[in-house]
T-cell receptor, first 113, second 112 residues
Framework: GDSVTQMEGPVTLSEEAFLTINCTYTATGYPSLFWYVQYPGEGLQLLLKATKADDKGSNKGFEATYRKETTSFHLEKGSVQVSDSAVYFCALRETDSWGKLQFGAGTQVVVTP | GAVVSQHPSRVICKSGTSVKIECRSLDFQATTMFWYRQFPKQSLMLMATSNEGSKATYEQGVEKDKFLINHASLTLSTLTVTSAHPEDSSFYIC????????FGPGTRLTVL
């Protein structure tokens, strides 16, 4: 079945450092890929998405490119801020499986001043 | 943006009792809501799809008699954990869809 694997946390960084969170997936079809972020005490929020190979999703300085050849969707940000401290979830959704997101385990990111 | 709320945010109950968790879409109507469960340091796992006015659709391995779902209106879905046991302790998250999928903040259930 489908699965998503992402790097374990916590990831601790200094402000303005470069952030990468690795995400790889297995899927039978051609899924859409997502990154969700969960700030403390809040619900998951969609950060960015990509629906087909080579698409790049971007938002709030974060980027991720859908790489079919490596089945990856790594999240990157060039210069993190303290406000980026959160848990980040990589997820996939198979075509015609509206709402049925398959999530990774989540990666906690802690950015220190 | 659209907001989904859950109540309560935390609940502690004794083994054998039932617990009801509410999920509300605050500024939109949701004919479909989803219930997820998250174990510590693990993925969110979809438990069931809640459809307004009809029976919920449960994922394989989820006991429908234990996790009762009622979607009585376009803004409210409830999850009742019946005869809760310590192994039901978990983080329960609901989600609703309009143009995108919105998630509630979650409910931490602890069964003693």
């Amino acid at each position: 079945g489908d699965s998503v694997t992402q790097m374990e946390g916590p990831v601790t960084l200094s402000e303005e450092a470069f952030l990468t969170i690795n995400c790889t997936y297995t899927a039978t079809g051609y899924p859409s890929l997502f990154w969700y972020v969960q700030y403390p005490g809040e619900g998951l929020q969609l950060l960015l998405k990509a629906t087909k190979a080579d698409d790049k999703g971007s938002n709030k300085g974060f980027e991720a490119t859908y790489r079919k050849e490596t089945t990856s969707f790594h999240l990157e940000k060039g210069s993190v801020q303290v406000s980026d401290s959160a848990v980040y979830f990589c997820a996939l959704r198979e075509t015609d499986s509206w709402g049925k997101l398959q999530f990774g385990a989540g990666t906690q990111v802690v950015v220190t001043p | 943006g659209a907001v989904v709320s859950q109540h309560p945010s935390r609940v502690i109950c004794k083994s054998g009792t039932s617990v009801k968790i509410e999920c509300r879409s605050l500024d939109f109507q949701a004919t479909t809501m989803f219930w997820y469960r998250q174990f510590p340091k693990q993925s969110l796992m979809l438990m069931a799809t809640s459809n307004e006015g009809s029976k919920a659709t449960y994922e394989q391995g989820v006991e429908k008699d234990k996790f009762l779902i009622n979607h009585a209106s376009l803004t409210l879905s409830t999850l009742t954990v019946t005869s809760a046991h310590p192994e039901d302790s978990s983080f329960y998250i609901c989600s609703a869809i309009t143009d995108t999928q919105y998630f509630g903040p979650g409910t931490r259930l602890t069964v003693l």
